[in-house]
């Protein structure tokens, strides 16, 4: 008898389920928790679709969902804190039923596999709605469709119903990311091309990780002026090219490489680090004593900083700074392939406003092909695939890439077409946003559709997030991505074979194979 069943990201057990522990290292009574959890979200779903909701009951099926994403929540005090909260409200509403949550999983694998795949999207969609939530952006259809796609997973659907209901998510999915970019940009201004070190100086500093560009400004704002230097780490090295947070001039540059190295370049670091999202791996004995968590993150032992009215006091973490005092003098760090600079800012205003320089490159030859790189990094090996084909695509091609996936090569220098950087980096992985939109105004440039211009999307995947993107770019009928590293497990063979069928999707194979297939 298994212990537990987990199998929504790229790393799960043996490419099947993670049933004794998560290779993420969430322990059994943490998985069993979370699916108790997703089920009194359910319940609340059926009680309260379609009634005038408060935002706490909002508030509640966007956080319950969020800390049930992969590396975020592993505290089985905090999940079962949200799981007492979704039951006490849902009671509100009149209704006290929930799914078993053996249920979840169970049933004719095809269905079992759509619906899976609906519940992982619908917790990316939910990090990426909090997100804009907290910057005081709401969108209501965004919102109810929450509790749409939540109570259809205790509905029994035919295989074609399913699919509708995942493409009719993709849509809302779409809005949801344009909310996010809203408030992205309204509250901080659009990205602007900016060259980040991996350098950090002497002195105390704060490492800050995850994707919260609210949590960010916030500290940067209570640092000021203390002599406490900032860094990014992981997705939230974007937040760079974000104007009002680049005018802080103590957020200095972007510490680590790809998430996945944490444990061994967190080691000994004489700083604090502080977890706004994903990914949070458990922490070593070296540094646990300076890891804190904010909003949904958590792990048992490590310090929370709690939401105290929209506002979030970093004080213990500033002590925490001053008292490690950082590095006695500067240290040069490299990314994976030895570069020391990283650029990124190149968001849809800032491509789009080179459009004209871009569409005559095209015209003229000088670019023959555009190729999307992003989604998610993740640990397994064969992940270099990434690396190895943007180091082999043609001089005459351009990588556009997004979220933390590009830490595989945005430290590469592999030049410029026309005065534009071969690398253009997007930004997080909710500004999948800002490549749609610009692929739709090439796609209107040309008079073609998205699919007809000389653009692939090559992808990795590894957690929740990624589902919800791609169920968007599906929606949207964009059809030939490349997927990798491997194939989602909750995906059966007769929906891959329907993905295969109806949007071509595939798997990856070699950098020379897919290179040569893509540009034949
Ligand atoms: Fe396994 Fe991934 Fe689930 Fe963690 S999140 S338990 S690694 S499938």
């Known amino acids: 008898m298994s212990k537990m069943f987990c199998f929504q990201c790229e790393q799960t057990a043996g490419g099947k389920a993670c049933t004794n522990a998560g290779v993420c290292g969430k322990q059994p009574d943490v998985a069993n928790k979370q699916d108790s959890l997703t089920c009194a979200l359910i319940g609340l779903a059926r009680a309260a679709e379609g009634k005038k909701r408060d935002d706490s009951t909002d508030e ?49 694998q095809d269905i ?26 709401k969108d209501a259809e965004v919102t109810e469709w929450f509790y749409k796609g939540m109570k ?13 209901i995942l493409m009719e998510f993709g849509n809302i999915n779409l809005k949801c990311m344009a909310l996010l970019d809203e408030a992205n940009t ?40 203390l002599g406490i230097n900032i860094y990014t780490h992981g997705e939230m090295l974007p937040a760079h090219a974000y104007p009002e947070l680049k005018k802080h001039p103590h957020l200095k540059g972007n510490f680590g490489t790809a998430w996945q190295n944490q444990q061994k370049e967190f080691d ?70 030895g570069g020391s600079q990283l650029t990124t800012g190149f968001a849809r205003n800032t491509v789009l406003s080179a459009a004209d320089k ?17 989604g998610c990094d993740g640990a397994k090996p064969g992940r270099n695939y990434y690396t190895e084909f943007v180091q082999k695509a043609p001089r005459d091609t351009v990588i556009l890439t997004l979220a933390c996936g590009k830490y595989r090569f945005n430290d590469l220098d592999i030049g410029e077409i026309g005065g534009l950087p071969r ?63 491997s194939l989602p497990a909750f995906i059966s063979p007769n929906v891959l074979n329907v993905l295969v069928q109806k949007f071509d999707i595939k798997p990856i194979t070699t950098p020379e194979n ?7």
């Open 423 to 485: 690398i253009m980096d997007m930004g997080q992985c909710n500004d999948a946003y800002s490549a749609i939109q610009v692929a739709i105004a090439l796609s209107n440039a040309f008079n073609c559709s998205v699919n007809d211009l000389p653009l692939t999307l090559v992808l990795s995947w590894y957690e929740q997030k990624a589902v919800c993107i791609l169920l968007t770019l599906l929606a949207l009928g964009i059809k030939n991505i490349y997927i990798g590293p």
């Open 268 to 337: 000994n670091i004489p700083a604090p680090i502080l977890f706004t999202t994903n990914c949070l791996m458990p922490p070593k004995p070296s540094y646990a004593d300076r890891v804190f968590t904010t909003a949904m993150v958590g792990f048992p032992g490590l310090r929370h900083i709690a939401d105290e009215n929209g506002k979030k006091d970093f004080s213990e973490i500033i002590k925490k700074a001053q008292e490690l005092g950082g590095w006695t003098e500067d240290k040069h760090f490299t990314g994976i392939n």
């Open 112 to 137: 079992v596999s759509l619906r899976s795949t609906l519940l992982l999207g619908i917790r990316g969609m939910a990090a990426y709605a909090w997100h804009a939530w907290v910057l005081g952006k």
């Open 60 to 108: 509640i099926m966007m956080q319950g969902l969020f800390a049930t994403v992969t590396n975020v929540n592993f505290d089985p005090q905090r999940i079962d804190e949200f799981a007492k909260l979704a039951e006490s409200e849902k009671k509100k509403y009149g209704y006290d039923e929930n799914l078993v949550p053996e249920n979840l999983w169970m049933g004719d």
């Open 186 to 225: 309204s509250a901080f201004g659009h990205p602007v091309p900016v060259k980040v070190s991996t350098n950090v100086e002497k002195g105390p500093f704060i490492v800050v990780s995850g994707h919260d560009l609210h949590d960010l400004k916030q500290l940067l704002e209570q640092t000021e002026g």
């Open 514 to 520: 897919d290179l040569a297939q893509i540009l034949s």
């Open 358 to 374: 871009v569409i005559d490159a095209v015209k003229t030859g000088a670019i023959r092909h555009f190729f999307l790189v992003g």
């Open 152 to 164: 259809s997973l205790a509905e029994e659907h035919t295989v074609e119903e399913w699919l509708d």
